[in-house]
């Protein structure tokens, strides 16, 4: 089961509520492949102060691989938008469920730039907001800022 390497950049989001008001601050990202086979959940800083349309700008790495009685079926990339409370607990504002396919079929080569928006829904399911980044899979033995 070969391993890859997903660059991820948090860019934005937009339109983002609590409850039926706009998130004041303290929103962050959090990036995980469903199922056990990668690195585990990354996530961007805070950022403190964009409130309903944050911007973090953070560049992020991990590593995942695909088994292969999954080749064929869909795997997901989970993108969680969270705001940190005052009493320091997350609050999830909402979720967007992205194919990974989107990013690793046969549409581009590897290592190319998908910039990429998705709507966000909350445990509701209602919308709430939109979700930007890109992802890139690096090409194995090159190092990222060699793509750039």
Not at 5 to 11: G, P, S, V, W, Y
Not at 60 to 69: A, C
Not at 117 to 131: A, Q
Not at 137 to 145: C, D, M, Q, T
Request: hydrophobic share 35%; net charge positive; glycine share 10%.
């Amino acid at each position: 089961m070969p391993t890859r390497k997903l660059e991820i950049t948090a860019i934005s989001a937009e339109g983002l509520l609590e409850g039926r008001k706009p998130v004041k601050k303290n929103a962050f990202v959090a990036f995980e492949i469903a199922g056990n086979h990668c690195s585990g959940a990354i996530r961007t800083r805070i950022d403190e102060v964009g409130g309903d349309y944050p911007a973090w700008e953070d560049k992020l790495e991990m590593e995942f691989s695909l088994p292969e009685e999954k080749k064929d079926k869909e795997s997901f990339l989970y993108v969680g938008v969270y705001c940190q409370l005052v009493s320091g607990k997350d609050k999830h504002v909402g979720t967007a469920r992205v194919p990974i396919k989107d990013f690793t079929g046969g549409y581009a080569p590897e290592g190319f730039l998908h910039c990429l928006s998705y709507r966000l829904w909350d445990e509701y399911g209602k919308r709430n907001g939109i979700v930007n980044f890109s992802a890139r899979i690096v090409k194995a033995g090159l190092h990222s800022f060699w793509l750039r």
